[in-house]
């Protein structure tokens, strides 16, 4: 990393079992992430709710981490937060020092992304929500939006968490965000 590094930002992409988290940070990261995927097992089997994502093979165990230079002075850490419930204990630390977060969330599963917002709005972290169209591309944004009972001034978009491209702009959303939040003040 350049010396001229002053100011590091803290984002945690969070959200349910399989809606692409570890995919968005190795989509949009400019180094190679860390990744703690590991092979599902039988025992994982018996606590983990699959349905819906019955073809995932691997999952999070801690985190996902990834980087992103905004200028020579300015680095976005990214970090992506690992979605069964039984992991759910680590979340409190990785929103330490957050300033913010990406909720990814799948049709297919929406009920799992409601422990991610009220974790978040308990912590007072700003968030947007990214709808991860590659699972069922059938809903629009305000269908999202009534779904998880959304308040209209929390940014909802579209996104394709593969695409490094649709990542970069569920992030610009959250600075941009995050800037009208501390403009406002």
């Known amino acids: 990393m350049a010396g001229s590094t002053t100011t590091g930002l803290k984002i945690v992409i969070v959200g349910g079992f399989g809606v692409g988290k570890t995919t968005m940070v190795k989509?949009?990261?400019?180094?190679?992430?860390l990744s703690t995927e590991e092979?599902?097992?039988?025992?994982?089997?018996?606590?983990?709710?699959?349905?819906?994502?019955?073809?995932?093979?691997?999952?999070?165990?801690?985190?996902?981490?990834?980087?992103?230079?905004?200028?020579?002075?300015?680095?976005?850490?990214?970090?992506?937060?690992?979605?069964?419930?039984?992991?759910?204990?680590?979340?409190?630390?990785?929103?330490?020092g957050t300033l913010g977060a990406v909720v990814?969330?799948?049709?297919?599963?929406?009920?799992?992304?409601?422990?991610?917002?009220?974790?978040?709005?308990?912590?007072?972290?700003p968030f947007v929500v990214a709808h991860n169209r590659f699972g069922?591309?059938?809903?629009?944004?305000?269908?999202?939006?009534?779904a998880l009972d959304l308040s209209s001034d929390v940014p909802l978009v579209e996104c394709d968490a593969r695409r490094r491209e649709s990542s970069k702009a569920v992030l610009i959303t959250l600075v941009n965000h995050l800037y009208a939040l501390s403009s406002a003040r």
């Not at 989509?27 to 992430?33: D, K, L, Q």
């Open 27 to 33: 989509s949009v990261s400019e180094i190679r992430p």
């Open 39 to 96: 092979t599902l097992t039988l025992a994982g089997e018996q606590v983990d709710d699959a349905r819906g994502v019955e073809r995932k093979s691997t999952t999070t165990v801690a985190f996902d981490f990834g980087r992103i230079s905004l200028n020579p002075e300015m680095v976005l850490y990214l970090f992506g937060a690992p979605g069964q419930e039984r992991f759910w204990f680590l979340w409190d630390r990785l929103f330490t």
């Open 104 to 125: 990814l969330v799948d049709t297919r599963r929406l009920a799992d992304s409601w422990y991610a917002i009220d974790r978040l709005e308990h912590h007072r972290t």
């Open 136 to 146: 069922d591309p059938t809903h629009s944004l305000d269908q999202v939006r009534d």
